[in-house]
């Protein structure tokens, strides 16, 4: 199956137009409609309706397979080329909300280094394409076991930190002055849905293993101080690291409590592909060793 072809294609169902896809891709209409006839004939399917333009149930199923089918390939070319390629000088860094600390920033470079917050599920995706140097994904874990990355490219993961969770509560909620709280308690409260800031409630979810935490109110920016504004409303209860439920600024009128049970941690993890080399090799030594 060419890559070309299965690159236009996914391009025309996206935008369910053949027009905007030549026009995003850079071809002629006339060669996008070439494509997708070339695809449809390799694959013996009619891959797409054309009044409207949607696909059929087999070019449903091919969209199933197109993104991790291109990912890798994209991943492949990165791994390549960065093998190739002399060691570069900066370092461009992807990271969690929660996942770059105090410690971890004090030893990037002093120039050169370029660091963006994305979703948890982007990061693997953003290191083995080469868009990043290196990831740092955090989340929720038993004790030394490691995260459930999506499994995009062969990838080197290695855990840098871990520390307790704590819950914040509004000062004014009736659990806020336990020394410490069970997720079993909480399954029914009402939960800020905050997986670009807080720890995802799906993780929570996993770790209780019965259900339950629906999403109040749901807020999607990776502002910490916005989240805890919220929390001191009283629109939810979100989890975060120790270190950040009651250091960040607009903590006020929350109060961070301990989760004791059950025994996870919020851990942190490293994320990069082949050896690193250059400002990236440095970086990752500092951490790991």
């Known amino acids: 199956m060419d890559p070309h072809l299965l690159r236009t294609y996914v391009a025309v169902a996206r935008l369910a137009s053949f027009s905007a896809a030549a026009d995003e891709l850079g071809y002629t209409q006339s060669a996008v409609s070439q494509h997708i006839a070339a695809l449809e004939q390799d694959l013996g399917a009619p891959l797409l309706t054309r009044r409207p333009v949607a696909p059929t149930p087999a070019g449903e199923r091919l969209l199933e397979h197109a993104a991790p089918l291109l990912l890798r390939l994209d991943a ?17 860094l992807a990271v969690t909300a929660t996942a770059l600390r105090g410690h971890m920033a004090a030893q990037l470079p002093h120039a050169g280094v370029a660091v963006r917050v994305l979703p948890r599920e982007a990061i693997p995706a953003e290191v083995a394409t080469g868009a990043a140097d290196v990831g740092l994904v955090d989340g929720v874990a038993a004790p030394s076991d490691p995260l459930r990355l999506p499994d995009v490219a062969p990838l080197t993961t290695r855990g840098v930190a871990e520390e307790p969770v704590h819950v914040v509560l509004p000062t004014g909620h009736p659990l806020a002055h336990r020394a410490g709280l069970r997720l079993a308690d909480l399954a029914d409260a009402r939960w800020l849905d905050a997986p670009g800031a807080g720890l995802p409630l799906d993780q929570l979810r996993a770790a209780h293993v019965g259900g339950g935490f629906r999403p109040a109110l749901r807020y999607d920016g990776t502002d ?9 409303a009283g629109h939810g209860l979100t989890a975060l690291p120790a270190s950040l439920a009651s250091a960040v600024p607009g903590a006020e009128g929350t109060v961070a409590v301990p989760l004791t049970a059950p025994r996870v941690v919020h851990r942190t993890e490293l994320v990069h592909a082949g050896a690193p080399v250059g400002a990236a090799a440095d970086f990752v030594a500092a951490l790991v060793d």
């Open 76 to 92: 492949a070319r990165a791994d390549v080329r960065r093998t190739a390629a002399a060691p570069a000088r900066g370092l461009a």
């Open 224 to 232: 910490l101080r916005t989240l805890l504004t919220l929390a001191a």
